[in-house]
């Protein structure tokens, strides 16, 4: 008897062993749709759980893996039609920011940790893929997509980051191959207008980069953290709807939020999400002995300058990233290496 023929008679333990060299992939592929961990997760459980009560219906006329894309494409489509799905709410800043630039329309967004893709089989795509599996977890790879309609965006990821042919992808959206060259058509052009072009850099300058912005950020130096920005740098706050767009604006934002903190250390602490650098942040009261959790920086880096900046304020976040919520207050502000 097969794996698969004792999965179908009702052995979980096959079932698993089926589904488990799959999890992790799918896990990354909802997020991509979603833009968050905890959506990700939410919905993988369910793909999961429909795939096992489903089974009997796996006819094996594509493979166990396209099988499964299948059910979690369709179920995410599902959960962001959904008029129920839950939105953070807006935070209110504890110091009056000044105007934003614009008012961006993503805002229920998380970063991705990079510990998590380490934990995925790095499974080729097909020959017609644009895009690395793991290049297109990029934070402004997901922003993109969750700007597209959901399909446009399912019909991207399948085709051009996983590499499922046309009819295929078809066939797993319940759609033409036509359709799909229509939605795939645009879903590039949005994408590709909006994505910047980044310059390879070695590890060495990044980290060099990153720590130029880390030690001024965390002495309030706001002079050069703008300095380190490209003219075109913008800075983005999820679940906020506030964006600051050119080095203007964000050192507007800056200086008063480093009033705002005063002369309390602010500790940030170096991790990488979404293939990119990141700090998680932790901010103590003066003479206390533990920083608390004040959210996480991501950084977009073009060449050898800070193109973005997005600072997730979700209090969540240090459970769906496994952070700690509190660590050992520094004096002064300091940066963990």
Same mark, same amino acid.
């Given at each position: 008897?097969?794996? $698969?023929?004792?999965?179908?008679?009702?052995? #979980?333990?096959?079932?698993?062993?089926?589904?488990?060299?799959?999890? /992790? #992939?799918?896990? $990354?592929?909802?997020?991509?749709?979603?833009?968050?961990?905890?959506?990700? &997760?939410?919905?993988?459980?369910?793909?999961?759980?429909?795939?096992?009560?489903?089974?009997?219906?796996?006819?094996? *006329?594509?493979?166990?893996?396209?099988?499964?894309? *299948?059910?979690?494409?369709? *179920?995410?489509?599902?959960?962001?039609?959904?008029?129920?799905?839950?939105?953070p709410a807006e935070p209110v800043a504890p110091f009056d920011p000044p105007e934003p630039t614009?008012?961006? &329309?993503?805002?229920?967004?998380?970063?991705?940790?990079?510990?998590?893709?380490?934990?995925?089989?790095?499974?080729?795509? /097909?020959?017609?893929?644009?895009?690395?599996?793991? #290049?297109?977890?990029?934070?402004?790879?997901?922003?993109?997509?969750?700007?597209?309609?959901? *399909?446009?965006?399912?019909?991207?990821?399948?085709?051009?980051?996983?590499?499922?042919?046309?009819?295929?992808?078809?066939?797993?959206?319940?759609?033409?191959?036509?359709?799909?060259?229509?939605?795939?058509?645009?879903?590039?052009?949005?994408?590709?207008?909006?994505?910047?072009?980044?310059?390879?850099?070695?590890?060495? #300058?990044?980290?060099?980069?990153?720590?130029?912005?880390?030690?001024?950020?965390?002495?309030?130096?706001?002079?050069?953290?703008?300095?380190?920005?490209?003219?075109?740098?913008?800075?983005?706050?999820?679940?906020?709807p506030h964006e600051y767009h050119g080095p203007a604006a964000i050192a507007a934002f800056l200086?008063?939020?480093?009033?705002?903190?005063?002369?309390?250390?602010?500790? $940030?602490?170096?991790?990488?999400?979404?293939?990119?650098?990141?700090?998680?942040?932790?901010?103590?009261?003066? /003479?206390?002995?533990?920083?608390?959790?004040?959210?996480?920086?991501?950084?977009?880096? &073009?060449?050898?300058?800070?193109?973005?900046?997005?600072r997730f304020l979700d209090e969540n976040l240090p459970r769906h990233l496994g952070l700690p919520?509190?660590?050992?207050?520094?004096?002064?502000?300091?940066?963990?290496?």
């Open positions: 008897m097969t794996v $698969l023929d004792r999965a179908r008679a009702g052995d #979980e333990q096959a079932f698993r062993e089926l589904t488990d060299p799959f999890r /992790g #992939e799918l896990h $990354l592929h909802c997020y991509r749709l979603l833009g968050s961990v905890a959506d990700a &997760e939410d919905l993988t459980q369910e793909t999961l759980l429909a795939a096992w009560r489903g089974l009997d219906g796996f006819q094996g *006329r594509s493979s166990l893996r396209s099988w499964l894309y *299948r059910i979690a494409t369709n *179920r995410c489509l599902n959960a962001l039609r959904d008029a129920g799905r839950r939105r614009v008012r961006g &329309e993503v805002r229920w967004l998380q970063p991705y940790p990079d510990r998590l893709l380490a934990e995925i089989a790095d499974e080729a795509p /097909g020959p017609e893929a644009r895009y690395h599996t793991k #290049e297109a977890v990029e934070l402004a790879f997901v922003t993109g997509l969750q700007l597209m309609p959901p *399909r446009q965006a399912a019909t991207l990821v399948l085709r051009d980051v996983l590499g499922y042919p046309v009819a295929e992808v078809a066939d797993m959206l319940g759609t033409t191959a036509t359709a799909v060259k229509g939605m795939l058509q645009r879903a590039r052009a949005a994408l590709e207008a909006n994505r910047p072009r980044t310059v390879s850099r070695g590890p060495r #300058e990044e980290h060099e980069l990153t720590r130029r912005f880390a030690d001024a950020f965390t002495a309030g130096d706001v002079d050069t953290v703008v300095a380190l920005l490209t003219d075109d740098a913008w800075l983005a706050m999820p679940p906020a200086h008063a939020s480093t009033t705002w903190r005063g002369p309390r250390p602010l500790r $940030l602490v170096p991790v990488r999400a979404n293939t990119q650098p990141a700090f998680a942040c932790y901010l103590a009261e003066a /003479g206390q002995p533990a920083a608390h959790w004040a959210g996480m920086l991501v950084l977009g880096l &073009e060449g050898d300058r800070i193109r973005a900046i997005t919520a509190t660590t050992p207050a520094a004096p002064g502000g300091s940066r963990s290496t």
